[in-house]
């Protein structure tokens, strides 16, 4: 694996992985809570362009969750439940990037797209690992 190499899905999963661990750091006060959960999304994210990469699927330059899922599942894969709710992360992606005004995120908010995060890693892990 060729961690530069765009085409290749392992690429992305290790991308995806390294956003969840900078997601994960929460224990250091200097750190918003809003950029950790950027980071979730970010991790989600990858993982869905990791499985499209790995069935063959074009996908655009997006940051829209749902719709990476809906063309993984116009290809005829299913997607469970617990990664389909990672549609809550997509606005991470945008509007709690930048200073702008958004309510304050939560310490439960954020231990729920961490968690969200997680799921859709671990099936993008299994669907590229051929378990899925």
Same mark, same amino acid.
């Given at each position: ?88 992360? *997509?606005?991470?992606?945008?509007? *709690? ?8 995120? *939560? ?26």
């Amino acid at each position: 694996m060729n961690p530069l190499d765009p085409s290749d899905p392992m690429a992305w999963l290790q991308r995806a992985s390294s956003n969840l661990h900078l997601a994960k750091k929460s224990r250091d006060e200097n750190v918003m809570l809003e950029d950790l959960c950027f980071n979730a999304q970010q991790a989600a994210e990858k993982a869905l362009k990791a499985v499209c990469l790995f069935r063959g699927l074009d996908f655009p330059k997006t940051h829209s969750l749902i719709r990476l899922m809906d063309i993984i599942e116009a290809d005829g894969l299913a997607i469970p439940h617990k990664v389909k709710s990672a549609d809550i992360l *997509t606005h991470y992606a945008v509007q *709690t990037r930048y200073p702008s005004p958004f309510e304050e995120i *939560t310490r439960q908010e954020y231990r729920e797209a961490v968690k969200v995060a997680v799921e859709v890693i671990n099936w993008a892990e299994m669907v590229v690992g051929g378990e899925g």
